[in-house]
């Protein structure tokens, strides 16, 4: 019988998506799930506006934001450093892929994570993301040649799925076609992933109202 498969669309820039992690690899092992990891590379500027635009409602809202995600990291024992600038992601999101093809998937997503978060990486410097690769075993010619060539069309492709499928934030998980976005919605995952047929009952006595 094959496993349930669940789909993780993920951002190392991203404070919740970091936070999710622990829970996510719980979920695979005690309910024998298959977490299938993406990247879904935040494109900042596109919702959040220009910075010389944000209004004081919009910052306090992102300082709040932080707040809790410190309030949820801590609890785990992580650290959350407020990012120094605004970052595109590409090179780890591309190192994500090229991890997950060479076998270290797992110790290059919780090194990246933790070093971003850390101040002690720069996710944009294509050099320190290799110095990443290097020290997990990994060949950093072939990660370099892949960043180099077809890394962007394979990435831009799963973004666009992902957008196809309806996600627009991480941490977004898709179950069955059902998409859940957001730590406060795992529980709910898992209670799709013990009873897949509640989704169709929740779902159908939604379009009935």
Not at 175 to 202: H, Y
């Amino acid at each position: 019988m094959a496993r349930p498969r669940v789909r993780v669309y993920t951002d190392y820039k991203s404070p919740f998506a970091y936070i999710a992690n622990k829970r996510l690899f719980e979920i695979e092992q005690d309910l024998g799930v298959e977490l299938e990891w993406r990247p879904y590379t935040l494109r900042i500027p596109e919702f959040m506006g220009a910075v010389e635009e944000r209004t004081p409602h919009f910052w306090r809202k992102v300082r709040y934001s932080y707040m809790d995600a410190r309030r949820l990291a801590n609890a785990q024992g992580l650290t959350i450093r407020g990012p120094r600038r605004i970052y595109n992601g590409f090179h780890a999101s591309a190192g994500m892929l090229f991890a997950q093809r060479n076998g270290f998937f797992r110790p290059y997503h919780d090194t990246v994570f933790r070093k971003f978060w850390n101040h002690e990486l720069d996710i944009d410097e294509l050099p320190e993301m290799s110095a990443v690769i290097a020290s997990l075993g990994g060949s950093v010619a072939d990660y370099e040649a892949y960043v180099r060539g077809d890394a962007r069309a394979e990435h831009d492709r799963i973004v666009d799925e992902a957008e196809d499928l309806g996600v627009f934030g991480v941490p977004t998980m898709v179950f069955n076609g059902e998409l859940f976005w957001g730590t406060d919605r795992i529980d709910m995952l898992v209670e799709r992933i013990k009873n897949p047929e509640s989704a169709a009952a929740a779902l159908g006595s939604r379009h009935r109202k």
